[in-house]
Each structure stands twice: as structure tokens, then as C-alpha cells.
């Protein structure tokens, strides 16, 4: 008899070498394909005197599906008489790993958005295994139920804080979020019935009790810094220059419309150009500018009705190409960056001093919205100035809004049945933002290499 021996299990071939002698083996795969421990007793009295008594076959769809037939065998006491059958755990270890995958991949699939119906099909297609779209769901909320969040315990100060509003039933939910800005951990992901001071307040206070606290990054509500000076005196606020910068464009369409003059681009440029450098917009669009004087043979401050209604049509179409020209340009810039991993660069406090200066020397060619405006910048300078004396403070709330955009997206606003189920996603959310595992780690790696045992000790019928 010789013996190949993988870990803790023996496999025995009929030939005329001896046994094996591992103490760590724990089962033997016989001849006869009987699965049994190496050393028999009666589970009762202890003794080793029995006889054997047949074997039962491993039922199970995964085993079957290998084509392996698995006989698990059985034994009698000749001492006390007691019947039994010889431990299977390798066998369940396989099956249970097996079972923990599917599981993992089901639950994968339904949480990167796919439908339950979906997964189940793939699941079938590609695994040989069929699990209907209700059993799917069943197990996405067993399993997002045992998500466990971890509290944070290290925090830098600086934080980004923003809401989301949710629809539960047709009725509307709050998604509050605080997020380290500089560690990108994720603090807190709760639902709330409403965004009141008080809800804010609570959640705040919750949620960064013994956490320092130093800066806030956050949309240009006109609550948040009473807020947030209430419960920390000492922090101080970072407007976002994205959402300042996103009013100002809506305020020049308000004014000009969808197709804005070549000039008022460069004046919205201008602005933008305050906090970072937009130095290339600039210097294109007075490029066009120049060729829009060329082509047409004026300056803007001409009045219209000193020309033919055929030239006025004409000088539109050569602004809308030029527009469209700065259009593609801007889109090249965007790419450029991708490409190169690059981002805006960002002004110094000393250059968008300088820059803001200018501007309000020249507020007067703003139309009246942009005007109130820049006296909105320069009365809140210190809120929007942040980020260039803290280093750790960010610009723009962006961080927070990415962390919405992969967690919950649009579509998936309107998909909620109960509160529970929001509390049960944002958990998940957290989680898996903050890199905390939140489902099985099972690997098909670590099956294979238990199925391999399988296959070496049991033919494959």
C-alpha cells in the first residue's frame, strides 16, 4: 500500500509498498473510495473494535456536478453497539467554500448595480448553477444586514461635508456625509429625515465627538458657518470654488442665454481665472476675439442697428464658429490633462489677490448679477482663501461628490422601499468606500485547491 499524502488527508493506491505513517493525516481515501478518518473509534465508549457497515453517498448538487461520487463510510461498535458514520468536514469545507463564493459573486454583482435577474443568469452561465432572482435578493439583504461600520478613531480635522436627497416611497430623505479630506476615509454615511440646523447639529455632534476638529470644506450655504462655529468656535470654512464657479456660469446664461458673446466668455474666464489658472481660456479667446474683429470689421460696442440684417447674420454664424472653435479648444485641454494625470493649477493667495484687485477696478463691465457677485467673493475672501493657507484644505468639495457618484447613482435614488433599506445601502457604502471587507473573502484559488484533493482521491464517475 502506498500512500500520497496533501495536507491532512491520505490517499491510498493497491500496490505492494507500505503504508504511510503522518501523524497529521486526518482522513484516508480507500481503494474501495470510502472516505474515513485515519484512526476509527466508536464516538460512545472509545473503543477501536467495529466492523464496518456500509457507507451513504455525499447528496450535494456542487459534488455532483464534478461527477465525483463521495461515499462517506459507516461503522458499527462491537463493544457497545453504537452505529456510526466517519467525519466528513473535508467534504463540507469544499462545499462550503463553494456555496461562500457563489454568494460573493451574487452579491457583487447586485451591488455594482446589476439587476438580480441578471446575476442569477450569469451566475448560471458561467458557474453551471442556477439561483432564482428572489433568492438573490434574499441573500443581498442578509448580507448588507451584517454589515458592521467601524468607527473612526484617527481623523485629520480637516473634513468635507455635504447632503444628498434621497426618495423613499415617493417621500424625500436626507443622505448626510462627512469625509476625512485628507485620509479620504469616509466618517459618517447616515440617512436623516430632514437637513434642519438641529438634524445637522446632531449628526455633527455624533459623529466627530473626539475627532479634532479644524476646517470645514462645504457648499456656499449661507447656515453653514453658524452651524458649524456653534459646535466648533475654532473651525474654520472652506467655501467651494467649484459650486462658486458653477453659479457665476448659470448667472452669465441667465443673462446672455445658451450661446454667450466670445466677450462674455472672456469675463466669465476672468472670474474663473480668481482661484485657478485659466490662463490658456484666456489667451485663446482673445485670439478669437481679434479674428472676430477681423472677420467682421467691428468691435462689440458698435451698436447693431448700424448694419444690414443680412450682416448681422452673418457676424453671428462667425461668432458661433468661433465659440464652437474655443469649445473644441477647452475640450483638448480637458483631455490633455487626463492623459497626463494632471489637474487646474491652482492660484497662489498672493496671485488671486492681485487678479481680484483688477476685477473689481473693472466691476462696472460685468452685467449686474456678476457684479453683486464679486462683492459676495470679497466680502466672504476668508471662506473662499482657505485652501491657499491650509494645505490640507481642498478647494472644492469634489471629494465628496466623487464619493457620491460611485456609491449611489442617479438611477438608483428613486429604488427605495423602506428606510431600512437606505440605512442597510449607506452601510454597505461606507464600507466598501473606507475598504473594509463586508461580504465573503473566499477565493476561487482556495476552492480549486480543495476540489483537486477531491479529485485525486475519488474517481470521477
Not at 465508549?45 to 455532483?64: L, R, S
Not at 448580507?143 to 415617493?170: I, M, P, W
Not at 466670445?262 to 478669437?288: G, R, V
Amino acid at each position: 500500500m502506498k500512500s500520497l499524502e496533501v495536507k491532512n488527508i491520505s490517499f491510498e493506491y493497491n500496490t505492494r509498498l507500505n503504508g504511510f505513517d503522518n501523524r497529521h493525516a486526518r482522513y484516508v481515501a480507500c481503494i474501495d473510495g470510502k472516505l474515513k478518518t485515519k484512526h476509527v473509534g466508536c464516538p460512545h465508549c472509545g473503543h477501536a473494535h467495529y466492523v464496518e457497515n456500509g457507507y451513504h453517498v455525499v447528496d450535494d448538487a456542487f459534488i455532483k456536478s464534478l461527477g465525483l461520487r463521495i461515499k462517506i463510510a459507516q461503522f458499527k461498535c462491537l463493544n457497545c453497539g453504537v452505529f456510526w458514520s466517519s467525519e466528513r468536514e473535508l467534504v463540507d469545507q469544499v462545499i462550503e467554500q463553494f456555496n461562500s463564493f457563489l454568494k460573493a459573486l451574487l452579491f457583487g454583482c447586485a451591488r455594482r448595480g446589476l439587476s438580480f435577474e441578471s446575476a442569477s443568469l450569469l451566475v448560471e452561465e458561467k458557474i453551471g448553477f442556477s439561483y432564482s432572482s428572489q433568492y438573490v435578493w434574499e441573500l443581498y439583504v442578509e448580507a448588507l444586514s451584517k454589515v458592521r461600520r467601524e468607527k473612526c478613531t484617527n481623523a485629520s480635522g480637516v473634513y468635507h461635508y455635504d447632503e444628498q436627497f434621497l426618495l423613499v416611497n415617493g417621500k424625500e430623505v436626507c443622505r448626510m456625509v462627512i469625509k476625512d479630506a485628507v485620509t479620504d476615509e469616509v466618517i459618517i454615511d447616515v440617512s436623516t429625515p430632514d437637513a434642519q440646523k438641529e438634524t445637522i447639529t446632531r449628526v455633527l455632534r455624533t459623529a466627530l465627538k473626539h475627532l479634532p476638529v479644524d476646517a470645514f470644506i462645504v457648499d456656499m450655504n449661507p447656515h453653514y458657518p453658524e452651524i458649524f462655529h456653534e459646535l466648533f468656535p475654532k473651525a474654520k470654512i472652506q467655501w467651494c470654488i467649484f459650486h462658486l464657479d458653477k453659479l457665476m456660469w448659470k448667472e452669465f446664461h441667465d443673462e446672455f442665454g445658451k450661446n454667450i458673446p466670445l466677450q462674455q466668455l472672456y469675463n466669465a474666464y476672468t472670474l474663473f481665472d480668481i482661484f485657478f489658472n485659466h490662463a490658456p481660456e484666456l489667451k485663446k479667446l482673445e485670439e478669437l476675439l481679434q479674428k472676430l474683429i477681423k472677420y467682421t470689421g467691428r468691435t462689440d460696442s458698435q451698436e447693431q442697428f448700424f448694419r444690414t440684417r443680412a450682416a448681422v447674420h452673418e457676424e453671428r454664424d462667425i461668432e458661433h464658429c468661433l465659440r464652437q472653435e474655443f469649445g473644441e479648444f477647452v475640450k483638448s485641454l480637458k483631455n490633455e490633462r487626463r492623459r497626463n494625470h494632471d489637474r487646474v493649477k491652482r492660484r497662489t493667495l498672493k496671485e488671486s489677490t492681485t487678479i481680484f484687485s483688477r476685477i473689481k477696478t473693472q466691476a462696472s463691465i460685468f452685467p449686474q448679477k456678476l457684479q453683486k457677485r464679486i462683492h459676495y467673493i470679497e466680502d466672504n475672501w476668508e471662506k473662499f482663501t482657505l485652501f491657499q493657507k491650509d494645505a490640507r484644505v481642498q478647494p472644492t468639495n469634489n471629494g465628496l461628490e466623487q464619493y457620491f457618484a460611485a456609491t449611489l447613482a442617479k438611477t438608483s435614488k428613486k429604488d427605495f422601499r423602506s428606510k431600512a433599506a437606505v440605512t442597510r445601502e449607506l452601510s454597505a457604502c461606507q464600507t466598501e468606500w473606507n475598504n473594509y471587507a463586508h461580504s465573503s473573502t473566499t477565493k476561487l484559488t482556495d476552492i480549486l485547491r480543495l476540489v483537486g484533493m477531491l479529485f485525486l482521491a475519488f474517481p470521477k464517475t
